[in-house]
């Protein structure tokens, strides 16, 4: 039997279990569900337990955080590569329940759509692996996959994963891997098979200029001492020029371009700018960089953006004055191989180098993300391709995704490239009412997976050596 | 007898009443206070009837305000020249009241100082005309003043003459005037009498500059779509030019510019830049337009001033969005010949001009003030500047104000020039614990009262005709 027959041979049972699995409601940032998401972490380790794997367990995560799943199937061969598969067990809160079409822990199928809170963020997709290695099993007629795998499905991930780079630098030992499979981003669309390359990272600062120990009258002082709303905005409108670059010195120093072979595939991608911007709140021009298309500026390029300033007078009508301070809030999308904290020096020295006479500024910052980065000419990104492609038997496409997730703390402390294979879709609904998956799109998935571990165990002189 | 002599005679009488009229907490902003500006008003009236005005009237204002007091002493030539003089008889609140050293409303003689809330702002100034026009008839033997004197006391300046301007249109005939006498503002310094010649006007606009409409992920969109905060700080960043200026097309154009002989004066006055920075809150430096002094910035150059800024996020920590709008409250402070209308129109066509592509602006804009000016050269001002002179025996330079007052609707509505003559120091503390005058000036103001009926009779003709 092919790895196709098994799958679909199969697929009433996998089903059947997803939807035992989406009754759990393991919503992580409510503390009434910490019992829920306890269960649901119960429930996968007996599942993979019983789907063959040798070890399954509940691991707690620090600081009584909620817990997460690890599993091991090794490879007969000891010098295997080892493949580690994240993804989460925690779903998103449901509210506005009322926008509900049917309970979302009671998983409706219709039409072939899977609706239940999860059924694609991320249980869905996590739980094709387990029909995956099944499936390349019973087609190859081995005990064991030809790559030692590791799951690591984590627990906390929808309430922004605060213990997980303590969790991963705890099992460190227990986590090596020479290559990590991330199962939890979206294809471009059901009939443009595509996979995420990278996410932007992250470098957030704050800046308070000071002038007047206390607010001023225009009247008395206005013209004759410096206005640190006035600095403000030269300090923000400068932080871009004409071209839509960002301006601090040594921003783009390290940031890797986009080479033409990628370019041409990202152009490839059947983006419909109108459509785009509707989704953006219906933004009525796409602006940025000068040089690049949307989708470009959106993935592939770093920014700096205002989130908040404020300064001065804001209630209803007017006040006369000239205010004692201004603040702003801005954060920066980082691309490979920008590292948060030289952005935010980076900052911290143009604030410094263009503060207006007779202003003080003071900059703060926090912790930030690094970005992630799969070259797709990398040879695990090429194992991931030919398998999308040998189950979607069309050409696989490039995405990118502009924000941040736990995936960079992954590839920092796993010390291992990143591989982003996964078929949700954007039409999913994910984190909104009526989430849904598309059970052909699980199945297919479900052969992704198959073909993956042979696909890898085919470069592993490379990615051994990576 | 001659006018000095009269003054120094009549001193005590003089600062008795005064006295007993400070006794009367006519506090205009607190409604708990409405009979007490009304006994005020009632006092003035009864004590300018006493000095020998044929008529001293209570006028109440419009809108059930509080009232005014009207009184007018005619020359016996019908043709002679018409002064109004302009002062009020309100005070302003005097809380912290466990400031002042003894009760705001209880006089108290100290040093050659009378301390009382009033005092300086503005009864001791309005009285001393009383004096000065009886000063004038001793020293003259004249039954009546060389000019037709007529006195408008406002009783509602210190709640920001919210009817002054219907009471002037309501009366605008017997209130008829060549030439306008306003005492209610400050010399340079007791020992550096001067006289203020024109006070900044205003102009008020909001702008609102709008993108997507909700807030968008910056993760998602950051890069590709307009960000209203970035668009606000460059339109804010553009309103000022690299020397200072204003770039607002046609700003500068009805802008009166300073001569050479105005300059010259400014220049002669003490100016401490460094107490004043510490004055305008510790301010860090002087800066402003480029080719003027402090002074002429803030008295005698117009102004944009952004009075309050903010959109998107402004509370603890972060928040990745691209807020959907961004605000400004901006104010001009306009000089002659500047009209508030024209320039909230050049600020209506400079947004428009500068919004940035994807961004729409609104703007709103609110009532002004006309700025006021008084040539120095003109006919009224040097026979104010030569009664100053008579009386200080030095040369007397010129002041301007960087505020507005009600100054502008009287200059407006009665249709007359404006001559500012008053004693007030910056050190009396008006509007704040322990206000208090100096009685020798107020005196000397007396004084300038009696020489300025005289010396502007003699360029009657020059008034009536300008």
């Known amino acids: 039997m092919d790895v196709r027959g098994y799958v679909e041979s199969n697929a009433r049972e996998f089903i059947d279990a997803l939807k035992q699995w989406l009754t759990i409601p393991s919503i992580s940032a409510d503390p009434a569900y910490r019992p829920d998401v306890r269960r649901s972490a119960r429930w996968l380790a007996d599942h993979l337990s019983g789907a063959g794997f040798p070890v399954a367990e509940v691991w707690e995560a620090p600081e009584e955080g909620l817990p997460a799943v690890?599993?091991?199937?090794?490879?007969?061969?000891?010098?295997?590569?080892?493949?580690?598969?994240?993804?989460?067990?925690?779903?998103?809160?449901?509210?506005?329940?009322?926008?509900?079409?049917?309970?979302?822990?009671?998983?409706?199928e219709q039409d072939g759509l899977l609706l239940a809170r999860g059924a694609s963020d991320d249980k869905g997709q996590v739980l094709f692996h387990s029909l995956g290695i099944r499936a390349y099993l019973a087609a190859s007629g081995e005990q064991a996959p030809p790559v030692t795998i590791k799951l690591l499905i984590e627990g906390e991930e929808e309430s922004g994963s605060p213990n997980f780079a303590n969790l991963l630098r705890r099992e460190r030992d227990r986590l090596k891997a020479d290559v990590i499979v991330i199962t939890d981003t979206t294809m471009w669309a059901a009939d443009v098979p595509s996979m995420c390359t990278a996410m932007r990272g992250l470098a957030e600062a704050e800046v308070t200029l000071s002038g007047p120990s206390r607010d001023l009258?225009?009247?008395?002082?206005?013209?004759?001492?410096?206005?640190?709303?006035h600095g403000m905005a030269s300090l923000i409108a400068g932080l871009h020029d004409a071209d839509g670059r960002v301006t601090i010195p040594g921003f783009y120093d390290t940031v890797l371009p986009l080479n033409d072979e990628e370019r041409e595939l990202l152009a490839k991608l059947p983006f419909d700018e109108k459509q785009w911007l509707g989704e953006a709140g219906?933004?009525?021009?796409?602006?940025?960089?000068?040089?690049?298309?949307?989708?470009?500026?959106?993935?592939a390029r770093p920014t700096a953006e205002v989130n908040g300033m404020w300064g001065g007078y804001t209630g209803a009508g007017g006040k006369t004055i000239i205010p004692k301070e201004a603040h702003a809030k801005v954060t920066f999308r980082l691309v490979a191989h920008q590292e948060p904290d030289d952005v935010t020096a980076g900052f911290r020295a143009y604030v410094e180098a263009n503060t207006?006479?007779?202003?003080?500024?003071?900059?703060?910052?926090?912790?930030?993300?690094?970005?992630?980065?799969?070259?797709?000419?990398?040879p695990a990104v090429q194992a991931g391709r030919r398998a999308m492609q040998r189950a979607f038997g069309r050409e696989v496409l490039f995405t990118k995704e502009g924000g941040s997730g736990p995936e960079a703390d992954l590839a920092d402390i796993i010390g291992a490239p990143l591989v982003f294979v996964a078929v949700g879709l954007d039409a999913d609904r994910i984190h909104?009412?009526?989430e849904r998956v598309d059970l052909s799109l699980l199945l297919r998935g479900a052969e992704v997976s198959a073909y993956?571990?042979?696909?890898?165990?085919a470069v592993s002189a490379d990615l051994k050596h990576s």
């Open 70 to 108: 690890f599993a091991q199937w090794p490879a007969t061969d000891p010098d295997a590569l080892t493949v580690l598969v994240w993804g989460h067990h925690d779903v998103q809160p449901v509210t506005p329940l009322e926008e509900w079409t049917s309970p979302p822990f009671e998983p409706v």
């Open 217 to 229: 009258h225009s009247g008395s002082f206005g013209g004759g001492v410096p206005n640190p709303l």
């Open 282 to 299: 219906d933004s009525q021009a796409a602006t940025g960089e000068k040089g690049f298309t949307t989708l470009e500026r959106i993935w």
């Open 356 to 378: 207006p006479e007779g202003l003080t500024a003071t900059v703060t910052t926090r912790g930030g993300a690094r970005p992630c980065h799969s070259a797709i000419d990398s």
């Open 432 to 434: 909104a009412p009526n």
């Open 452 to 457: 993956l571990w042979e696909e890898l165990a």
